[in-house]
C-alpha cells in the first residue's frame, strides 16, 4: 500500500503544492503543512475508493486538512510565528509572474476560504457535479457561486486588485 | 476578459508557479512514517504537558488538603474556613486550566479529512458542541463535589441548631449555592468566550456554503 501511495502521491503531488501555496503565507508554514496534507493524504488513502477520481479524492483530502489547519493555527495564535522577511508572494517560483498571473493570484487571495476552494476547482477544469460533491452543496448552488467568485475576481483584475 | 482567458492564465500561473520543486519518493517514504508535521507534533506536545502539569497541580493540592484536614483532626484542630476556600479556588483554577487545554488537545484531533468541505465543518461543529456540553458537566460535578465537601469540614463541629445566616458560615453556605448554581453558566460562558472566534468561523463557513449566493 506504501509503495502504491508514494507512486500515486509522486505523480499528482502538484494538487498538494497548489493548496499549499493558495492557503499558506510563509514559506516556514508551506514547507511543514505541505508535510501534513501528504500525512493526512495517507491517513485518509484507505478510504480512497479506486472508482472515483483520484484528483477530486486528493482536492477533497486537502482542502478539508488545510482549512483545519487554518482553525487550528486561530486557536494558537502563540504558534503562528509569522516573520515579515518570510512573506512572499509564490515561494519557490520558477519564473517570474506576469501582470495578469500576479493579479489573479492577488484576487484568489482575497477570497475565503470557501471560494478560494471553489474557484481553484473550477480553474482546474473540475465540472460543476465534482466541484459540488467535494463542498457538499448543490449543482445550482455551486454555478451561483462559481458566477460570482468570478465576477469578483474579473473586477478585482480590472481594477488592478484595489 | 473572458473566462477561457481567467482559465488560461490560471494554468500557466498553477503549472508553473504554484507547482513547487518536485518531493523525492523517499521524501514521501520518510513524511508518512510521520504522525503529523513539526508545527503539530510541537504543539500536540506542549499542550499535553500543559494538561498533565495543570492536572498534577489541582491533584497535588486536593491531597494536600485531605492530608492537613485529616492530620489536623488527628491533633482535634481544624484547617480556618478561609483556608478551605482559598484550596477549593487554587483548585478550581487548575482544573478549568486543564479543561480548557484538553479542549484545545481535542481541537486538535478533530479531523474529517474524507468528507465534503460543508460535512466536515458540521461534524466538526457537533464536536465542538459536544465538548462543551461533556465539559461543563464534568467542571460542574468535580466543583460541586469540593464544595460540598468543604462545607462539610467547614460545618464540621457547628450546631446546626444555632445556625445562623448572619454568620460567616452562613455566608461561605450562601456563597457556595451561589457558587454551584452559577457553575454550569460560566462553564458554558468560558468555552464559548474561549472558542468565540473558531464557532463563528465554522458558522460562518456552514452559512457562507448554504447560502444560494
Redesign the interface.
Known amino acids: 500500500m ?1 509503495k502504491e ?3 500515486l ?2 505523480q499528482n ?2 494538487i ?3 493548496i499549499c ?2 492557503y499558506f503565507n510563509s514559506r516556514t ?2 514547507k ?5 496534507l ?3 493524504l ?3 488513502f484507505p ?1 480512497f475508493n479506486n472508482n472515483s477520481k483520484l484528483s477530486t ?1 486528493m482536492y ?2 486537502c ?3 488545510a ?3 487554518i ?2 493555527e ?3 495564535p502563540k ?1 503562528v510565528k509569522y516573520e515579515y522577511h518570510d512573506f512572499i508572494t ?6 517570474e ?2 501582470e ?2 500576479e493579479k ?2 492577488q484576487a484568489i487571495n482575497t477570497l ?4 478560494k ?1 471553489i474557484i481553484t476547482l473550477y ?3 473540475f465540472s460543476y457535479k465534482e466541484i459540488a ?5 448543490s449543482e ?2 455551486t454555478g ?2 462559481i458566477n ?1 467568485i ?1 465576477s469578483l ?2 473586477k478585482s ?2 481594477n488592478g486588485n484595489k | ?1 473572458e ?1 477561457n482567458e ?2 488560461k ?15 523525492a ?1 523517499d521524501n ?2 520518510r ?2 512514517k ?7 507534533e ?2 500536540s506536545k506542549k499542550l499535553r504537558f500543559d494538561y498533565l502539569t495543570n492536572i498534577a497541580t489541582a491533584i497535588l493540592v486536593l491531597v494536600i488538603t485531605i492530608f492537613a484536614t485529616v492530620y489536623l483532626n488527628n491533633k482535634s484542630h481544624s484547617l480556618p474556613i478561609q483556608g478551605y476556600a482559598f484550596l477549593v479556588l487554587v483548585i478550581s483554577y487548575y482544573s478549568l486550566k486543564a479543561v480548557s487545554i484538553n479542549s ?1 488537545l481535542k ?2 484531533n ?12 458540521k461534524k ?1 461543529k457537533v464536536r465542538f458542541e459536544k465538548i462543551s456540553t461533556k465539559e461543563s458537566v464534568i467542571i460542574y460535578a468535580s466543583m460541586a463535589i469540593l464544595t460540598v465537601f468543604a462545607n462539610i469540614l467547614i460545618n464540621d463541629k457547628t450546631d446546626l441548631s444555632n445556625f445562623n445566616v448572619n454568620s460567616l458560615k452562613g455566608y461561605v453556605l450562601i456563597f457556595s449555592i451561589g457558587y454551584l448554581v452559577s457553575l454550569p453558566f460560566i462553564g458554558k460562558y468560558y468555552f464559548k468566550k474561549r ?1 468565540s ?2 464557532l463563528t ?2 458558522n460562518n ?1 456552514i452559512e ?3 447560502s ?2
Not at chain 1, 460533491?133 to 452543496?137: A, K, P
Not at chain 2, 478533530?110 to 465543518?121: E, F, Q, V
Open positions: 506504501e501511495f508514494t507512486e502521491l509522486y503531488q502538484g498538494v503544492h497548489k501555496n493558495l508554514d508551506k511543514d503543512y505541505k508535510q501534513e501528504i500525512i493526512q495517507w491517513k485518509a478510504s479524492w477533497r483530502v482542502l478539508n486538512a482549512i483545519d489547519i482553525r487550528k486561530k486557536t494558537q504558534f509564490i515561494s519557490d517560483s520558477k519564473s509572474l506576469s495578469n498571473q489573479l493570484y475565503s476560504d470557501i471560494d476552494a480553474l482546474d477544469e460533491e467535494i463542498m457538499g452543496i445550482s448552488n451561483v457561486k460570482r468570478k475576481i474579473l483584475i480590472e | 476578459m473566462t481567467l482559465k492564465i490560471w494554468q500557466t500561473l498553477s503549472n508553473e508557479n504554484l507547482i513547487d520543486k518536485s518531493i519518493k514521501i517514504e513524511i508518512i510521520l504522525n503529523s508535521s513539526k508545527t503539530i510541537k504543539l484545545k481541537l486538535l478533530l479531523s474529517y479529512n474524507t468528507s465534503s468541505i460543508l460535512d466536515s465543518l466538526v472558542f472566534g473558531i468561523d465554522i463557513s457562507e456554503l448554504n444560494e449566493v
